[in-house]
C-alpha cells in the first residue's frame, strides 16, 4: 500500500509538472526560447516568438518570422471534443524575404485574416486578402484534412501587382475578377465553375521594347474565361480580345489523363486567321489546322507523343509574298507566288525523317523601289524570278537542292548539307549571268557576253569559299579562308577583255 501511495505521488508529481509547463504562464515562458530555437532552425531567418501562451481551452501566438513578416493566432481548442476555433493574421510586408521557405521567386506584399473551425473530421476555413490590391474573399472545407471545397471572390486584382509578386515585369495592366467555386474537388466527383473577367487592359510597349525588342502600336485588350469542372472533366471557354488580334479556345480536357478535345482561332487583324483542333492524351496528340496566311490555302497536321515532336505533314498553297512583306512591316521588295510541301514521319530531335519542297513562282523584282532604296544611278531593269528547294531531312542531316532562276542570274545548288548537331555547312554552288549588260545598272558600263562562276562553301569554325570560272579566255581560282583572300589568274586574253567591255580590240 506504501508503494502503491509512492507511485501515486510521483504520478501526481508529474502530471503537475506537465500541466506546468505547458499549460501555465511560467512553463509558457520556460518553453518559449526552445520554441523559437526551433522555428529559427526551421525558416533559417531570425525569428522572433514576441508571444506564446497555452492553456487547457485556449493558445496566442505571435510570431516575427522577420522584421518585415508577421504572423498571428490565437484561438481555444476541446482536446475532449478535438475541436477548435482559431483566428489568425499574416502580415508579409517583404515576400521576397521568405523565398528560402516559398523556394519561388516573389517579392512585394501579402496580407489575409480569417478563422478555422472545425475538428479532426471537418474543418472550415474563411477569410479575406488584399493580395494583387484586390478585394478578395475566400472559403475553404476539408474533410479529415483533404479539400473537399474551394469558394473564392477576387475583385479588382491589379496585373501588374501580380506579375510583380512573381518577379516579373509590367508588360500590361488590367483589371481582374475571379470567381471560383468549387463545390466538391474530390477525385473523379469534380463539380465547380470558374469564370475570369479582365478589363481595362493595356500592353507597356516601353517594356516590350526593352525586353524582347518588339514594337508595337498601342494595344488594349480584354479577357474571358468560364469553366465547369464535372466529374473528371473540365469544360471551358476562352476568349481574348485586342485591337491586335482575337484568339479563342473551347473545348473539354481531362486533367488526370490530359486527355484533350478543343477547338481554337486565331485572328490578326482580320489579315492572318488560323483555326483547328488539338486532339489526344499524354502519349499521342493531334494538332491540325487551316489558315488563309497572305492568301495562302495552308493545311496542316502535327502529332506529338509524350508532348515531343513526332509527325508534321503541311501544305500551303499560293501564299502572296507581297502581303507578308506588309504583315512584316517590310517594304515590297517584289512580288511572287509561294508554295510549300512539307512531310516529316519523324520530327524526334536526332532522328529527323522526311522532305520539304517550296516552289516560287510568278516573281517580280519592284525595280522602281530597289532602284531608289539602293541609290542605283540608272534604274534596275524588270526582273522575274521562279524557284525551286527540295529538302531531305536524314538524322542530323539536312540536305538542301537549289535551282533559281531569273531573267538577271541563274543560281543552283546541287548539294547543301548542314549539320544541326555541330552547325556546320557544305554546299556547292553554280551562278549563271546570261547578260553582263543587264547589270549596267550597278556597273554603268555596258558589256558584252556572260560569265559562270561555281565553287564551294563550308562554314563551321572557320568559312571557306571557293570561286572558279573562266572568262575572257583564262580562268579565274579565288579563296576567302575567314578574312584572307587568294586569287589566281591565268592565260586572261586582252583582246576577250576589250571585246566584253566593248572597247577596240588594241593589242593581244
Same mark, same amino acid.
Given at each position: 500500500m506504501k508503494y502503491l501511495k509512492w507511485f501515486i505521488g510521483v504520478l501526481a508529481t508529474l502530471l503537475t509538472m506537465i500541466y506546468v509547463v505547458l499549460f501555465t504562464s511560467i512553463g509558457n515562458d520556460l518553453l518559449k526560447p526552445f520554441i523559437e530555437e526551433e522555428i529559427q532552425k526551421q525558416t533559417k531567418l531570425d525569428s522572433k516568438l514576441r508571444s506564446f501562451s497555452l492553456s487547457l481551452s485556449d493558445f496566442g501566438i505571435s510570431l516575427d518570422i522577420d522584421k518585415e513578416n508577421s504572423v498571428f493566432i490565437d484561438g481555444n481548442f476541446s482536446v475532449i471534443e478535438q475541436s477548435?476555433?482559431?483566428?489568425?493574421?499574416? +502580415?508579409?510586408? %517583404?515576400?521576397?524575404?521568405? *523565398?528560402?521557405?516559398?523556394?519561388?521567386?516573389?517579392? @512585394?506584399? !501579402?496580407?489575409?485574416?480569417?478563422?478555422?473551425?472545425?475538428?479532426? %473530421? /471537418?474543418?472550415?476555413? *474563411? @477569410?479575406?486578402?488584399?493580395?494583387?490590391? #484586390?478585394?478578395?474573399?475566400?472559403?475553404? *472545407?476539408?474533410? *479529415? /484534412?483533404?479539400?473537399? #471545397?474551394?469558394?473564392?471572390?477576387?475583385?479588382?486584382?491589379? &496585373?501588374?501587382? &501580380?506579375?510583380h509578386?512573381?518577379?516579373?515585369? #509590367?508588360?500590361? #495592366?488590367?483589371?481582374?475578377?475571379?470567381?471560383?467555386? !468549387?463545390?466538391?474537388?474530390?477525385?473523379? +466527383?469534380?463539380?465547380g465553375d470558374i469564370l475570369l473577367i479582365s478589363k481595362g487592359g493595356k500592353i507597356d510597349l516601353k517594356v516590350m521594347k526593352d525586353d524582347f525588342n518588339i514594337t508595337l502600336p498601342k494595344t488594349a485588350f480584354s479577357m474571358n474565361m468560364n469553366a465547369k469542372l464535372q466529374g473528371d472533366k473540365i469544360n471551358y471557354n476562352y476568349l481574348l480580345r485586342s485591337n491586335l488580334a482575337k484568339i479563342s479556345s473551347s473545348g473539354v480536357v481531362t486533367p488526370q489523363s490530359l486527355k484533350t478535345d478543343i477547338r481554337y482561332g486565331v485572328d490578326i487583324r482580320g489579315e492572318f486567321r488560323v483555326n483547328g483542333k488539338v486532339k489526344g492524351d499524354e502519349k499521342? $496528340?493531334?494538332?491540325? =489546322?487551316k489558315s488563309d496566311f497572305a492568301s495562302s490555302d495552308t493545311h496542316f497536321v502535327a502529332t506529338l507523343k509524350d508532348f515531343e515532336p513526332a509527325t508534321l505533314k503541311a501544305t500551303?498553297?499560293?501564299?502572296?509574298?507581297?502581303?507578308? &512583306?506588309?504583315? &512584316?512591316?517590310?517594304?515590297?521588295?517584289?512580288?511572287?507566288? !509561294?508554295?510549300?510541301d512539307v512531310d516529316i514521319n519523324d520530327a524526334r530531335s536526332g532522328n529527323l525523317k522526311g522532305t520539304v519542297i517550296s516552289n516560287i513562282k510568278k516573281g517580280l523584282l519592284d525595280s522602281k523601289y530597289l532602284t531608289k532604296a539602293y541609290g542605283f544611278e540608272s534604274k534596275m531593269p524588270q526582273t522575274t524570278f521562279k524557284a525551286k528547294t527540295i529538302t531531305i531531312l536524314d538524322g542530323d542531316i539536312v540536305d538542301t537542292k537549289v535551282d533559281f532562276n531569273s531573267s538577271l542570274v541563274n543560281f543552283d545548288i546541287k548539294r547543301a548539307r548542314f549539320n544541326i548537331a555541330d552547325s556546320s555547312l557544305v554546299s556547292d554552288y553554280k551562278t549563271q549571268i546570261p547578260s553582263l549588260d543587264k547589270f549596267f545598272f550597278v556597273t554603268q558600263r555596258h558589256m558584252k557576253g556572260g560569265?559562270?562562276?561555281? =565553287?564551294?562553301? %563550308?562554314?563551321?569554325?572557320?568559312?571557306?569559299?571557293?570561286?572558279?570560272?573562266?572568262?575572257? =579566255? =583564262?580562268?579565274?581560282?579565288?579563296? $576567302?579562308?575567314?578574312?584572307? !583572300?587568294?586569287?589566281?589568274? %591565268?592565260?586572261?586574253q586582252t583582246i576577250d577583255a576589250l571585246h566584253i567591255l566593248i572597247y577596240p580590240e588594241l593589242f593581244n
Open positions: 477548435f476555433n482559431v483566428n489568425y493574421k499574416l +502580415e508579409l510586408n %517583404k515576400l521576397e524575404n521568405l *523565398e528560402p521557405l516559398t523556394q519561388l521567386p516573389v517579392q @512585394g506584399r !501579402f496580407h489575409t485574416d480569417g478563422t478555422v473551425d472545425g475538428d479532426m %473530421k /471537418f474543418i472550415k476555413v *474563411e @477569410g479575406v486578402s488584399d493580395v494583387a490590391q #484586390s478585394k478578395t474573399t475566400y472559403k475553404v *472545407e476539408l474533410t *479529415e /484534412f483533404n479539400s473537399t #471545397s474551394i469558394i473564392a471572390k477576387v475583385r479588382d486584382a491589379k &496585373l501588374v501587382s &501580380l506579375l509578386l512573381g518577379k516579373q515585369n #509590367s508588360y500590361a #495592366s488590367a483589371d481582374i475578377n475571379l470567381d471560383i467555386n !468549387f463545390r466538391n474537388i474530390k477525385p473523379h +466527383e469534380l463539380d499521342k $496528340l493531334v494538332v491540325d =489546322g500551303m498553297k499560293n501564299l502572296k509574298m507581297k502581303k507578308v &512583306l506588309y504583315l &512584316l512591316k517590310q517594304p515590297h521588295y517584289a512580288d511572287a507566288i !509561294f508554295s510549300l560569265v559562270d562562276i561555281d =565553287g564551294q562553301l %563550308k562554314q563551321d569554325d572557320n568559312l571557306e569559299l571557293t570561286i572558279h570560272t573562266k572568262v575572257v =579566255g =583564262g580562268r579565274i581560282d579565288a579563296k $576567302l579562308y575567314n578574312d584572307d !583572300f587568294h586569287a589566281d589568274i %591565268k592565260s586572261v
